[in-house]
């Protein structure tokens, strides 16, 4: 089944054609981040102007690259939520237009479920149930339990910002520019993680909270500010270090306690360097004969299907399908993660 799918949730215009959920015949991705960042952040109204002006060139480069027609797609999906509303409608106005055009069936896609399948997508044949998602975007941070497509149990989410926003603020912080998530990795690799020892948040419970991190650094920047140049690549390494190691401590020992035996890590911040290092260093440790947990197996995708992108929303969409066309769809800014099995009633 070949599914045409449209992103347009916030400040990347993305179109893709997957195949049975696993082959990617074209991801268009064109990203707004020139035309924000000398706002310092995603200027919604303007976000949706861009994804009008860029939506129907990418259609025909996606059908261009796959050298396919319509008449070769077989089904349609759009994120429907969570996201800036203008930015939503835009994407979801041409999908359902060309569904009804082209008497396609559409499909609503949730935007984090879409990050939670992207290593569906890019490990098809490795990834199962029980499965633990840690999904580290711009605006979530949540543990995962995820029993089967669509059946999804929240098992610690942030109590403040997400920490792909810590990210973007700490960087505003240090005069860097927009995105900050990217700048603070690169910077980073320079830096000294053990400079300053920042805070790590509530280390006994799944639950997150990134502002006194973020604060820590606030208040370290200002002493430092009085005595010279600030040392930001040691600044950058030690709040990425803080905030990082959190998170996957956090979900290893979940995953260790519940005897979940993968961890699939997705979202905009899973293309951090030092994450996939961590990783790596992980999987290494866990092959020595003195370890002694229970080993997990990682999932984490290939950087291209990290930050937002279609060909997600589409593989989502493929392995949700079942072969009716949905209800009418409508932008939903705010749209948790729920429980899909139970709702659908499967
Ligand atoms: O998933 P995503 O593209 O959009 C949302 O759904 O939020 O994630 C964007 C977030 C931004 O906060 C960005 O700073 C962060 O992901 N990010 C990174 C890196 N690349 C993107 N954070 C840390 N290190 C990176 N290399
Ligand atoms: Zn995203």
């Known amino acids: 089944m070949k599914m045409l799918a449209i992103e347009s949730s916030c400040d990347e215009t993305a179109v893709a054609i997957v195949e049975d959920g696993r082959q990617i015949l074209s991801s268009q991705i064109r990203s707004q981040i020139p035309d924000h960042r000398i706002y310092g952040g995603v200027v919604p109204e303007l ?3 861009k994804h009008l002006e860029a939506m129907h060139p990418l259609i025909e480069q996606a ?3 796959a050298a396919l027609g319509w008449d070769d797609i077989d089904g349609l999906a759009v994120t429907q939520g969570p996201g800036l509303s203008g930015s939503l409608v835009v994407g979801l106005t041409t999908a359902q237009s060309l569904a009804l055009a082209l008497d396609k069936p559409l499909m609503g896609v949730n935007h984090l479920e879409g990050h939670v399948y992207a290593n569906f997508l890019a490990f098809p044949d490795q990834v199962r149930f029980p499965l633990l998602v840690v999904l580290v975007s711009g605006g979530h941070t949540q543990l995962i339990e995820m029993r089967d497509h669509g059946d999804y149990s929240l098992v610690g989410s942030t109590r403040d910002d997400a920490v792909g926003e810590a990210f973007d603020k700490v960087a505003r912080l240090l005069g860097l ?3 900050g998530g990217p700048e603070i990795d690169r910077l980073a690799q320079q830096g000294d993680p053990k400079a300053f020892d920042f805070p790590r948040s509530m280390p006994n419970s799944f639950e997150f909270s990134f502002s006194g991190l973020k604060t820590a650094v606030l ?11 600030l040392p930001v690549a040691d600044l950058c390494a030690s709040f990425q270090q803080a905030a990082i190691d959190t998170i996957l401590k956090k ?10 035996p993968q961890i699939s890590i997705t979202g905009g911040v899973s293309a951090n360097s030092y994450l996939r290092q961590q990783l ?10 003195y370890y002694k947990q229970i080993p997990v ?22 392995y949700r399908w079942q072969g009716q066309k949905q209800a009418p769809l409508s932008a939903q800014p705010r749209w948790p993660l729920m429980n899909l099995k139970q709702k659908r009633g499967i």
């Open 177 to 179: 520019a927009y995105p």
């Open 251 to 260: 979900a290893l020992r979940y995953a260790q306690q519940h005897q979940i």
């Open 63 to 65: 059908l261009s690259e």
């Open 280 to 289: 790596q260093a992980q999987i290494e440790k866990q092959k020595s004969p």
């Open 297 to 318: 197996e990682f999932f984490i995708p290939p950087l291209s299907l990290c930050t937002d992108n279609a060909a997600m929303i589409a593989a989502c969409a493929y």
């Open 47 to 49: 976000a949706s102007r």
């Open 219 to 229: 208040y370290k920047v200002r002493e430092l500010e009085a005595q010279g140049p």
